[in-house]
């Protein structure tokens, strides 16, 4: 029964997994793919991670998935209640579909500062040759709720780094 769950969310979009009453499994889709550029895969969201600190859940995903490597952007899905509801949108200023300079993103991680009580998504710019070309972070004041343009915290210091984050995709 999991596995068919767990399929039926890989295949659909993030969802979020509760137990029922009497053992029944009950999902809830709380982020969809928005895009529609005809050179990736949509409504294919993959590569989740989420991070919680008290009653709020941030989720990231890729969305809209490429073959060869990356995504359109990275969705998140913010829940402040401890999973009841949620928000959801999309980084902004990331890839060339969503305002920013990148062909594609990858690898999407969330985390939290509680000492400056700031939320973190993190993820892997791809260039249009397909090269790991930066990480980016996003950064969230508002509890996960809204998020700021990314900016770049690493990149490679040679093109040879450049290639082994090519390696790193594949």
């Given at each position: 029964m999991w596995s068919t769950v767990?399929?039926?969310a890989a295949a659909v979009g993030l969802l979020v997994?509760?137990?029922g009453s009497a053992g029944t499994v009950i999902a809830t889709p709380i982020s969809n793919d928005p895009y529609s550029n005809p050179e990736s895969q949509h409504k294919a969201q993959v590569e989740p991670d989420s991070f919680a600190f008290g009653n709020t859940i941030v989720a990231t995903i890729q969305t809209g998935r490429f073959f060869d490597g990356g995504s359109s952007n990275i969705a998140?899905?913010?829940?402040?209640?401890?999973?009841?509801?949620?928000v959801t949108g999309t980084l902004p200023g990331?890839?060339?579909y969503?305002?920013?300079p990148w062909a594609r993103i990858s690898d999407p991680a969330v985390a939290y500062d509680p000492l400056h009580d700031v939320w973190m998504i993190s993820g892997l710019a791809i260039d249009q040759n397909v090269f790991g070309a930066a990480v980016t972070t996003s950064r969230s004041t508002?509890?996960?709720l809204s998020w700021q343009n990314p900016v770049t915290t690493a990149e490679p210091l040679l093109k040879t780094d450049a290639l082994d984050m090519r390696i790193l995709l594949a």
């Open positions: 767990a399929a039926i997994v509760a137990s998140w899905a913010t829940s402040t209640d401890a999973g009841k509801h949620w990331t890839t060339i969503q305002g920013g508002d509890g996960g």
